[in-house]
């Protein structure tokens, strides 16, 4: 899947729900599903800033890909960025440090994200970007 | 007193969030405003704007009288002796800074103590820090017990010779502990020590009397107790206004100037330099005669309830522990989930208009003696109904059903 199909997929499944308590549900079960990070990968140096909660985020390349995995010690942020996960996952270097990551507004995250949280989904993507710019520079 | 038509001077309370009515629960942070606060702050711009105590013009002689008023007004509140005794800050950081400051230069000397306690906010910590720093002065901490009250004991113990001054929260923002500082005062002053009392979180819950508390200095902020942000007191003993140097220097904190030597202008003025936040020293008279309007036996059974009913429903949800449980507490719930994290709670009860506070509160030292990363805290004030809290018990319960 292509990540505008991705993408598509996500915003169509955001417009079923009807009310945010769904559109959380949605995203807490996103958090849930995300393998998490072991303890000895919870370090500063992975932490994502801007996030009023902790977040690591960590990558590696595998096969010219790069690979995410994330936690968090609050649910809700870790269903969060597992959904930037789900985009950007198994993309190429060079994809991800072009992508501009539009589809944030599109299923209208930003505006059920409190003035805070929105500081977070930055430093997420923002940590995504810098991945993926590293990995392309050093192919 | 009849809590709709009190709840019907505070507009915003009206108002729908997340297209549920609002309800206000971060009273802690900063209390909502009554429309006459608000209409006065609009007055002084529409009808009188001037800046005071320079002007020769009628303007800034009707301003001046206004933001003189106010200050005697709010002198009489706290039943201090004189209104040259209450200088205008911006707020209680303003005011802890302004006093630490000064006890930096030329009153705290190598060796000496500064006394605070674990329940401090960032506030009244970081400027004796600072001051410390300056001076070369020790910062002395009081131990609290594992219920959020204040070891006496060992206060007792650290009222050393070597301490300057003692400065300590009326009200903890966290744990809602009201301190004894009357009794805490009494036994400092017993060895010739000063106190500041930070009452931040007092203010609008009861009526101070600074001269039967006999602080040598008591600092609050405006917009805690329903005044305009940016405004605040610090009501401080004759002799240690005198005796503290200028914070700040500029405009009307001067008698004379020269190149040479400049002189210092008398008390409220010698601590004020700069225009300051007229109108909202005006309204924050206007906040004053609103609170002169309740009667504190009645918001003292009112918060209590409301604090009861809360704590006790909060205790029946499993996995649920309240932090702070002090035998003498203000109207503030401070809880931890043994899964649901504080922000994850305080989002999902954002989308159902409840507004709490989630994280560590400008308290992180007592965070770590409390053993919690942060809690979710909700604090009421006076304009809160029983109906809102079981809301809010209602929604947490469901918050939890949606994070388990």
């Not at chain 1, 960025?81 to 599109?106: C, G, H, R």
């Not at chain 2, 700069?274 to 609170?291: E, Q, R, S």
């Amino acid at each position: 899947m292509s990540i505008e199909e991705k993408v598509e997929e996500l915003i169509s499944d955001f417009d079923l729900f009807e009310d945010w308590t769904d559109k959380y549900e949605y995203i807490i079960s996103l958090g849930k599903e995300l393998k998490g990070l072991e303890e000895k990968d919870k370090i500063e140096d992975n932490i994502v800033k801007g996030c009023q909660s902790k977040v690591w985020l960590v990558a590696n390349l595998q096969e010219g890909k790069v690979r995410f995995n994330a936690d968090s010690d609050a649910i809700i942020s870790k269903g969060i960025i597992a959904m930037l996960i789900k985009i950007l996952d198994n993309e190429s270097p060079e994809t991800i440090a072009n992508y501009n990551f539009s589809f944030v507004d599109k299923i209208g995250l930003k505006e059920h994200l409190s003035p805070n949280r929105s500081n977070g989904l930055v430093g997420m993507m923002e940590k995504i970007k810098t991945f993926a710019q590293y990995y392309n520079q050093n192919k | 007193m009849d809590i709709n038509s009190l709840r019907k001077e505070f507009p915003i309370l009206f108002k729908k969030v997340n297209n549920k009515p609002l309800i206000y629960l971060d009273n802690g942070a900063t209390s909502q405003k009554p429309q006459s606060v608000i209409d006065c702050l609009n007055e002084y711009y529409a009808a009188y704007n001037a800046n005071i105590h320079r002007g020769v013009h009628y303007l800034s002689q009707f301003a001046t009288s206004a933001y003189e008023d106010a200050r005697e007004k709010i002198a009489k509140y706290i039943n201090s002796p004189s209104s040259k005794q209450v200088i205008f800050t911006k707020g209680t950081t303003d005011g802890i800074n302004l006093v630490a400051n000064g006890f930096s230069r030329g009153i705290l000397k190598e060796g000496d103590e500064v006394l605070i306690s674990g329940m401090e906010h960032h506030s009244n910590i970081v400027p004796w820090q600072l001051a410390c720093e300056y001076s070369g002065a020790k910062l002395k901490v009081i131990p609290i017990f594992d219920n959020g009250e204040l070891d006496l004991e060992a206060y007792k113990n650290l009222l050393t010779d070597r301490v300057k001054i003692v400065s300590l929260t009326h009200v903890s923002n966290t744990l809602g502990t009201i301190n004894p500082v009357k009794k805490i005062i009494e036994l400092a002053h017993q060895k010739g020590i000063p106190v500041l009392i930070d009452g931040a979180q007092s203010v609008q819950h009861t009526k101070i009397d600074v001269q039967d508390l006999n602080a040598d200095f008591y600092v609050f902020s405006g917009h805690k107790m329903f005044g305009p942000t940016g405004t605040g007191i610090l009501f401080g003993k004759e002799e240690w206004l005198l005796k503290l140097p200028p914070y700040q220097g500029g405009g009307d904190m001067i008698k004379t100037v020269t190149f040479e030597k400049t002189t210092y202008n008398d008390l409220p003025h010698k601590f004020e330099a700069g225009t300051p936040h007229i109108a909202g020293g005006i309204a924050l008279g206007k906040a004053i005669d609103f609170l002169n309007s309740l009667d504190f036996n009645w918001v003292y059974q009112h918060e209590k309830e409301l604090l009861n009913y809360t704590q006790e429903e909060i205790k029946k949800i499993e996995g649920i522990k309240i932090v702070g449980e002090a035998k003498n507490k203000s109207s503030v719930v401070s809880f931890v989930h043994n899964q649901a994290h504080h922000y994850d709670i305080g989002t999902i009860l954002d989308q159902m208009g409840i507004a709490i506070r989630t994280g560590h509160h400008c308290t992180e030292p007592l965070m770590q003696r409390m053993g919690v990363s942060g809690t979710a805290r909700a604090s009421f004030a006076l304009y809160n109904t029983l109906e809102e809290a079981e809301v809010f018990v209602n929604a947490l319960k469901k918050s939890l059903k949606m994070l388990m």
